[in-house]
């Protein structure tokens, strides 16, 4: 298992500019409570 050697905090995010605007509302919650938990899913293989 790979360990963080370590962590910067960025001022800009690495999410895509407008990216959300492409979203409604119930994805973009989901969205923020996928990112804040603490699993994730795999991606297909």
Same mark, same amino acid.
């Given at each position: 298992?790979?360990?963080? =050697? *370590?962590?910067?905090?960025?001022?800009?995010?690495?999410?895509?500019?407008?990216?959300?605007?492409? @979203?409604? =509302? *119930?994805?973009?919650?989901?969205?923020?409570?996928?990112?804040?938990?603490?699993?994730?899913?795999? @991606?297909? =293989?």
């Amino acid at each position: 298992m790979d360990e963080i =050697e *370590e962590r910067k905090k960025q001022s800009i995010s690495m999410m895509p500019e407008g990216m959300l605007d492409k @979203l409604k =509302e *119930e994805e973009i919650i989901n969205l923020v409570a996928y990112l804040q938990g603490d699993y994730q899913i795999a @991606l297909p =293989e």
